[in-house]
């Protein structure tokens, strides 16, 4: 017996294994091969994730053997790939085989994000699929294009120069979409949700991704102001601004602020509900957040002034291409106004009140010989008595070296057309509603 075995250490040394490629389902499970060898073998094992094998025997010889390997459930999102080389030692060299078990990823399909908020303006947005079967996807909601719909894992394109076709592998299996979400004219937030999945052999595999689009609102300072895309396709705040800047004290005559008036015009009213559906009124020097003469009057048409970014002061013409007239003679009719009344020949304040842009009125302060803190009413309150029946609107656009034009609302004669703002001195006492429009780019 010992000749023979050494007979057998010493000879060329031999080994084999019955099949080079074994293939398994991610669930795992068993699978045999069995070596043959004329020297004792050791059996190597190199795995990209060696604790899900369990092996019965890793070394022998010589003679053939059955070597039964149990595999553990793969539950990562990789494709695994696990080595066994049994290796015969000889006096001068070895010799060796292997046998290479692939093992299957479950199905995933994954979306890179969960939650995505957009604004009411919408826009193009990019997100990817990740998902190792082919993958559809499904939209839920009105306003909104995916593209594409379905894919399916790429593949590598061949190395140039490659004529080996098993090296085509699989790429990470990410593919990246396109979101198109519609502006929104809506009152409310509203929610899309994609929904993307993948069959794998066995499973049916999801996800979802949510889209949530803000109503259409402008936040400035600390409030919500709504805003709404009128009928000329411009967005227009439709509730007057009541903004002002820490340290200002309101009413004084000073700082250009004014409560809005009560509803009689006999005093003020700083009511935190009269403040937000009147709004406060404003000098032209803080309506347009400048210095304001006679000469830099003449610049100041289309400019941003107390507005956020992205939005202004209305000028002339924009204030026309909404009601369509002006008392001024001189400025011609715009018939093609949304809010022109032809029958009436004037802007009318009905329709541009259930097109949603409130006319509720604020007052206006009209100051006399020295300005606002001479005006002779209440800490320079309104001039004007009684039932408020006038509004004015800021316009950007200068009517005069000492005058503005302005969108006036005039609640008995139910007009809204385009004026201005009538003063008592050359010291620009006058102070009105601002609201603003969203610059056309």
Not at 72 to 85: D, G, P, Q, R, V
Not at 191 to 201: L, M, P, R
Request: some cysteine.
């Amino acid at each position: 017996m010992a000749i023979l075995a050494l007979v057998a250490c010493t000879q060329e040394p031999e080994v084999a294994i019955d099949r080079s490629e074994v293939e398994m389902d991610y669930k795992g499970g068993q699978f045999e091969f069995n070596v043959s060898s004329n020297c004792q073998w050791d059996l190597i094992c190199n795995s990209d994730d060696e604790s899900l094998l369990s092996i019965s025997q890793k070394s022998g010889g010589p003679g053939d053997f059955t070597i039964r390997v149990n595999v553990n459930e793969n539950e990562s999102t990789a494709i695994l790939k696990h080595y066994f080389t049994a290796v015969a030692h000889g006096d001068k060299r070895d010799a060796l085989t292997f046998v290479t078990l692939t093992q299957g990823a479950p199905a995933y399909v994954i979306f890179n994000k969960s939650i995505f908020t957009t604004d009411y303006i919408g826009g193009e947005y990019k997100f990817t699929v990740t998902s190792n079967f082919p993958w559809t996807i499904s939209v839920k909601g009105e306003g909104i294009t995916v593209e594409p719909m379905s894919g399916e894992p790429r593949v590598k394109s061949k190395a140039e120069g490659d004529d080996d076709e098993e090296k085509i592998e699989l790429d990470e299996n990410t593919t990246e979409i396109t979101v198109i979400v519609d502006e929104y004219e809506g009152d409310v937030n509203r929610k899309f949700e994609i929904n993307v999945s993948a069959t794998g052999e066995d499973q049916v595999v999801t996800d979802k991704l949510t889209i949530n689009q803000t109503r259409p609102m402008l936040m400035i300072g600390n409030r919500e102001y709504p805003i709404k895309k009128m009928g000329d396709g411009r967005w227009w705040m439709v509730q007057n601004l009541c903004y002002t800047q820490k340290g200002i004290s309101i009413g004084d005559g000073i700082c250009g602020v004014w409560y809005p008036c009560s509803d009689t015009a006999l005093e003020f009213d700083s009511s935190d509900d009269a403040i937000v559906n009147k709004g406060l009124v404003y000098s032209d020097a803080t309506a347009f957040n400048a210095t304001v003469t006679a000469t830099t009057c003449k610049r100041m048409e289309g400019a941003q002034g107390i507005c956020p970014t992205g939005w202004h002061i209305p000028t002339l013409k924009e204030f026309l291409a909404l009601v369509g007239k002006s008392t001024n003679a001189q400025v011609e009719v715009n018939t093609e106004a949304p809010y022109y009344d032809a029958a009436r020949n004037c802007g009318s304040l009905s329709m541009l009140e259930e097109a949603g842009f409130n006319t509720t009125m604020a007052g206006y302060v009209q100051g006399k010989s020295k300005g606002f803190a001479d005006n002779g009413d209440v800490q320079g309150y309104l001039a004007s008595r009684g039932y408020i029946t006038t509004n004015y609107i800021f316009c950007s656009t200068a009517y005069s070296s000492t005058m503005w034009y302005a969108l006036i609302f005039n609640k008995t004669a139910n007009t809204a057309n385009v004026g201005y703002m009538s003063n008592f001195t050359t010291t620009r006492p006058f102070a009105g509603s601002v609201r603003c429009i969203k610059d056309e780019q």
